[in-house]
C-alpha cells in the first residue's frame, strides 16, 4: 500500500519529477520526461510495481524533513537508537541529464540504512535485464528493457526476489552518495555525475530564481513555494506547464474518477502564466507563448484543450488493468480522454492570460496577433455549440454559464487589443458578439427568481466556477447578483468550511461516485470575500486552506476534511495558482486588469 498522498514530496528537474515518501521511497518516477512510462510505479500499486526505498534499519527511526532553502532539494533527518543521518535527495538541474542523487550523511553516532530497489520499466511491464558493471571499489548496476536504461551507483546491491538490496552505514563526518543515471538503451552507459558539483548549482539555480519572485504580505512562504512547484511543473525545453506531476491519483477513494493530469491543459497553463506575470517572471510568459504557437498552430478549427508537452495531439486515453491503482482505486488511466471535448472557455482563458502578457510588456510577434484573431474566429464560428465546461464532464454537453461568460471574455480582449493597444482587427464585430454574450448570460445564466448565476443554462443549480465571473471582469465582486450566487454557493456546496465544485448528485458530469472539495474553488472563494469586502471571512479561510498544505508545502487537487486526507493528483497546479491568487486578493493586488468592467 502506497503513503496518504499527503505524504509525499516532490523533486524536479525542471522536465520531469519523482515523489518520495515520508518513509524515504521514491514511488513514482518517469524518466526522461514528466509523461514518460514510470520506471517506479508502486504509488499506483505496491512495492513490486517499482520502488527506490532508502531508509534506516532500525524500525523504529523517526524521521522531519523539509526543502532547503528555496527549490527542491529534499533533507531527511532520521534519528534512531544507534545515531541521527541525513538523506538528501534532489534531481540536479542544467546538466541535460536525467539523474536522481541520494546522498547519507552521518550526523551522530552511526546509522544503518537498508536499501531496496525495484526496477519496473514501462508503467511496470518490463522487469529489466540487469547485470553488475562496477568494480568492488565503485559497484554500479545497470538495467535494462527496450527503450530505456538506468545505471545505479554508490553501494553495492544485490539481486533478491526481483528485487536489488543492500545495506549503507554512515559515522558522524561521513558521507556515502548514490545516483540513479538514465539513458537510452542503445546508448553507452554515462560517466558518474559529480554529485557535489550537482547539489551546488542546483541549490544556486533554484536560489537565483526564486530571487526574482516579486511579493510582499501575508502568505509568503506560501507564495514562494507555490510559484516553485508552477516552475517545478514547467518544462524547461518546450514551455510545456503540466497540470500535475502524476496519473490516477483518485478523486474519490476506491473509485473510478483517477486521471493522467501529465499533460498541458490551455486552461490551466494560462491561468499559471498569469500568476508568473503577476510576479515577475516575464521571460516564462515569452516562452509559453512560444508553446502555444507550435502547439495549436494549423487549421483554428482543431485546437484541443490540452496537448503533450511538446505540443503533441495524440493523448488518447487508455486503461493500464495490470495496476491494481492507489489504494485500489481503478482503472488506472494514461492519457485523458478530455483531449477530443469541446471546452468553450479555453479559448477565454488563453486570450485573458495574453492580454495580461501585453500588459506586462510582451511584445506581439508575427505569429501571435494572428493566432489570436484566428483563435477568435474559431470562438465565433462555435458561438452557439454547447460544451463540456471546464470541469470536463462525461455527460452531454450543455450551456455552461462559466463558460459563457469566457467566450464574452474571449472578445472582450479582442476589443482591448485593438482599442487600447492598437492591433488590427474587427473591434465593432467582437464588440457587438461581447454584448450579445452578456445580455444573453443575463437572460440564461442567471435565475431572475432566486437571485443567483447559474450552472448552466436551464439549470437550477450553482458551480464553483461562477465565482470566476468577477475574476475575468463580467461583473464586480460586489454586484448583488455575485453576493447572492456567493450565498447559494456557501448553502450548497460549502462543506465543512471548504467548497466542491458542484453537486455530483446532480449527475451533471455522468459518473458514478462523489468526490471531495476542490482546493482551488475554496481559494477561489477567498478571493470574492477579499474583493467583495468580507475581509475576516477571507483570512479565515486563508489561514485555513494553507494550513492544510503538507509539511513541505504541497497541494494536492482535493481535501477529505472528515479523514483529514490529500485526494487527487499532486501537486496540483490549478490549486497553487489559485493559492497565490488569493494571497494577492489578500493585498488589494488584481492579477487580471478585471477592474475594467463593459
Known sequence: MPAPIEDYAILSDCHTAALVSRDGSIDWLCLPRYDSPSMFGSLLGDADHGRWMLRPTDSDATSTRSYEGDGFVLVTRWTTSTGVAEVIDVMPHGDRRADVLRRVRGIEGEVEFTQEMRIRFDYARAIPWVRQAGTDAAPALVAIAGPDAIVVRGAALHPTDHAHVGTVVVSAGKRVDLTLTWFRSHESVPAPVDTSAALASTHKWWAHWAEGIEH??????????????????????????????????????????????????????????????????????????????????????????????????????????????????????????????????????????????????????????????????????????????????????????????????????????????????????????????????????????????????????????????????????????????????????????????????????????????????????????????????????????????????????????????HVGNTPQALSHLALVRAADALVGHSGRAADRKN
Not at 376 to 391: F, K, V
Not at 425 to 453: K, Q, S, T, V
Not at 493 to 506: F, M
Not at 525 to 539: C, F, P, W
Open 216 to 565: 510582499t504580505g501575508p502568505h509568503h512562504e506560501e507564495v514562494v513555494r507555490s510559484l516553485l512547484v508552477l516552475r517545478a511543473l514547467t518544462h524547461e525545453d518546450t514551455g510545456g506547464i503540466v497540470a500535475a506531476a502524476t496519473t490516477s491519483l483518485p478523486e474519490d477513494f476506491g473509485g473510478v474518477r483517477n486521471w493522467d493530469y501529465r499533460y498541458v491543459w490551455l486552461r490551466d497553463a494560462s491561468l499559471t502564466l498569469e500568476a508568473l506575470l503577476d510576479h515577475g517572471f516575464v521571460t516564462e510568459a515569452q516562452q509559453w507563448r512560444r508553446w502555444l504557437l507550435r502547439a495549436v498552430a494549423g487549421d483554428p478549427a482543431d485546437v484541443q484543450i490540452m496537448y503533450g508537452l511538446s505540443g503533441e495531439r495524440d493523448l488518447a486515453e487508455r486503461t493500464l488493468d495490470h495496476l491494481p491503482g492507489y489504494g485500489g482505486a481503478a482503472p488506472v488511466r494514461i492519457g485523458n480522454g478530455a483531449v477530443g471535448q469541446y471546452q468553450a472557455d479555453v479559448i477565454g482563458e488563453v486570450m485573458v492570460a495574453l492580454e495580461a502578457a501585453r500588459l506586462a510588456g510582451v511584445e506581439e510577434s508575427e505569429f501571435s496577433w494572428p493566432l489570436q484573431r484566428a483563435l477568435l474566429q474559431s470562438t465565433e464560428d462555435n458561438i452557439d455549440r454547447p460544451d463540456n465546461g471546464i470541469w470536463e464532464i462525461r455527460d452531454e454537453p450543455r450551456l455552461f454559464t462559466h463558460s459563457r461568460v469566457m467566450i464574452w471574455a474571449a472578445f472582450d480582449r479582442g476589443v482591448r487589443a485593438v482599442r487600447e493597444h492598437g492591433l488590427e482587427g474587427p473591434a465593432e464585430r467582437w464588440e457587438e458578439l461581447r454584448d450579445r454574450m452578456r445580455a444573453e448570460i443575463d437572460a440564461n445564466g442567471y435565475d431572475h427568481e432566486r437571485g443567483h448565476f447559474v450552472q448552466a443554462y436551464g439549470s437550477g443549480e450553482v458551480d464553483a466556477s461562477l465565482l470566476l465571473l468577477p475574476q475575468v471582469g463580467f461583473c464586480a465582486a460586489d454586484d448583488p447578483r455575485m453576493l447572492r450566487t456567493v450565498e447559494a454557493l456557501e448553502r450548497e456546496l460549502l462543506h465543512d468550511g471548504l467548497l466542491h465544485r458542484y453537486r455530483t448528485s446532480s449527475g451533471v458530469d455522468g459518473l458514478p461516485g462523489n468526490e471531495h472539495p476542490f482546493l482551488a474553488c475554496s481559494f477561489w472563494l477567498v478571493e470574492q470575500y477579499a474583493a467583495s469586502g468580507r475581509i475576516d471571512d477571507a483570512h479565515a479561510l486563508m489561514d485555513r486552506l494553507c494550513a492544510l498544505a503538507n509539511d513541505v508545502g504541497l497541494l494536492a487537487e482535493e481535501y477529505d476534511p472528515i479523514a483529514e486526507r
